[in-house]
T-cell receptor, first 109, second 113 residues
Framework: GQQVMQIPQYQHVQEGEDFTTYCNSS?????IQWYKQRPGGHPVFLIQ?????EVKKQKRLTFQFGEAKKNSSLHITATQTTDVGTYFC?????????FGTGTRLTIIP | DAGVTQSPTHLIKTRGQQVTLRCSPK?????VSWYQQALGQGPQFIFQ???????QRGNFPDRFSGHQFPNYSSELNVNALLLGDSALYLC????????????FGPGTRLTVT
């Protein structure tokens, strides 16, 4: 079945540094979504990418969808303490949404 | 406008028992999906309901079943509970069966002893 992996599993950064998480699918995706889950909370939808090579920005967050529609990345510029949480990608292949393994981001003040 | 609500918040059950979890979707949403999230892992898709029918199913045994009511609310039932069923159960609603944006509820924390 479809598998979605993310790296790294954990990332500790100093406040103000940049952060990137990478998502790779075993199969071609029709679209990919990104979610953020704060500690003790539930996933919150951030964005969806649909087109090959698509790039979208939300303030300090930049999302990319690969040309082959099998990988994606999320980049955060100048991290802040409010960015703490686990970031999940979720790929839609055969109509089902498969969540990645997540990258847990911690910020060192 | 209320978001997705789930009940109960926490639940403790014994192996072999049965449990029912409930979800009310966000106003205007007609599709409900259920996920299981074990500690430290990503949500795993259980199934999705639309127009009161199960439309998609993940790799979960038949012990996991569900229902959707005419008002779009949904229930998740798990029979013959196993220790491994301990997890956070998340309900997510969206506007249509293959909608892009899912709104998650706060989840039900199930502990099986």
């Amino acid at each position: 079945g479809q598998q979605v992996m993310q790296i790294p599993q954990y990332q500790h950064v100093q406040e103000g540094e940049d952060f990137t998480t990478y998502c790779n699918s075993s199969t071609t995706l029709s679209n990919i979504q990104w979610y953020k889950q704060r500690p003790g909370g539930h996933p919150v939808f951030l964005i969806q990418l649909v087109k090959s090579g698509e790039v979208k920005k939300q303030k300090r967050l930049t999302f990319q969808f690969g040309e082959a529609k099998k990988n994606s990345s999320l980049h955060i510029t100048a991290t802040q303490t409010t960015d703490v949480g686990t970031y999940f990608c979720a790929g839609r292949g055969n109509e089902k949404l498969t969540f990645g393994t997540g990258t847990r981001l911690t910020i060192i003040p | 406008d209320a978001g997705v609500t789930q009940s109960p918040t926490h639940l403790i059950k014994t192996r072999g028992q049965q449990v029912t979890l409930r979800c009310s979707p966000k106003s205007g949403h007609d599709t409900v999906s259920w996920y299981q999230q074990a500690l430290g892992q990503g949500p795993q898709f259980i199934f999705q309901y639309y127009e009161e029918e199960e439309r998609q199913r993940g790799n979960f045994p038949d012990r996991f079943s569900g229902h959707q009511f005419p008002n779009y609310s949904s229930e998740l039932n798990v029979n013959a509970l196993l220790l491994g069923d301990s997890a956070l159960y998340l309900c997510a609603s969206s506007r249509r069966r293959q909608s892009y944006e899912q709104y998650f509820g706060p989840g039900t924390r199930l502990t099986v002893t």
